[in-house]
C-alpha cells in the first residue's frame, strides 16, 4: 500500500444503500471527518477469509472497539453497494459496521491497496487490511502479505492497541 500511517486520506468516495434500498453517495472526508475510524478493507464480499473470519472479527469485537474510543467502523470492498449490503444481513452487521461499496476501485486504487486478481477470475480487488483513521488521518495500519490470510488485520490482533 502506497498510503503510511501519518497520511492524510485521500477523497474519494463510496455507495451504500440506504432503508429504502435507494442507492446514495457519501465523500470519505465527509465520514471521516472528526471520527475515530477502523477501516476494514476486504478482497470481496462473501469470499471465504472475508466471511468466516475478518468481518465477523470486528462484529463480535465491536464491544470491545467502541470501549476504546472508536467512533465508526466500515467495511470497504471493490463491490456494488447491493452486494456489501446483502453480505451485511448475512454477517448480522446491524448498525455496527457501515458496508461500504468502493465499485470503481477508486478508493482503493488512491491509498494504494488494489491487487490483481484476475488469475482467481476475480478481477482487481482489495489487499487485506485493517486501519486506524483519526480525522481523516491514518493512525495505524495493519496489511497481511497474503490476501487469503487474515491475522495481523484481525479484530482480536488488531484492536490490542489502539
Request: aromatic share 8%.
Amino acid at each position: 500500500m502506497k498510503i503510511k500511517e501519518g497520511d492524510k486520506l485521500p477523497n474519494s468516495e463510496f455507495f451504500y444503500l440506504d432503508k429504502e434500498n435507494a442507492v446514495k453517495k457519501i465523500k470519505s472526508n465527509e465520514f471521516f471527518k472528526s471520527q475515530k475510524t477502523i477501516i476494514i478493507g476486504v478482497p470481496g464480499a462473501f469470499t471465504k477469509v472475508c466471511s468466516a473470519k475478518h468481518l465477523p472479527g470486528y462484529v463480535q469485537n465491536y464491544n470491545e472497539v467502541k470501549k476504546k474510543g472508536v467512533t465508526k467502523i466500515i467495511c470497504v470492498s471493490v463491490n456494488d453497494p447491493n452486494v456489501m449490503k446483502a453480505w451485511g444481513e448475512i454477517q448480522k452487521v446491524e448498525d455496527k459496521i457501515f458496508m461500504a461499496a468502493d465499485p470503481f476501485c477508486k478508493f482503493t486504487k488512491a491509498i494504494g491497496a488494489e491487487v490483481d486478481k484476475s488469475s482467481k477470475g476475480l478481477g482487481v480487488r482489495s489487499v487485506r487490511y485493517t486501519m486506524l483513521v483519526e480525522n481523516e488521518v491514518v493512525k495505524k495500519i495493519k496489511e497481511e502479505k497474503d490476501t487469503g490470510a487474515c491475522e495481523v488485520s484481525a479484530a482480536e490482533n488488531f484492536i490490542l492497541d489502539i
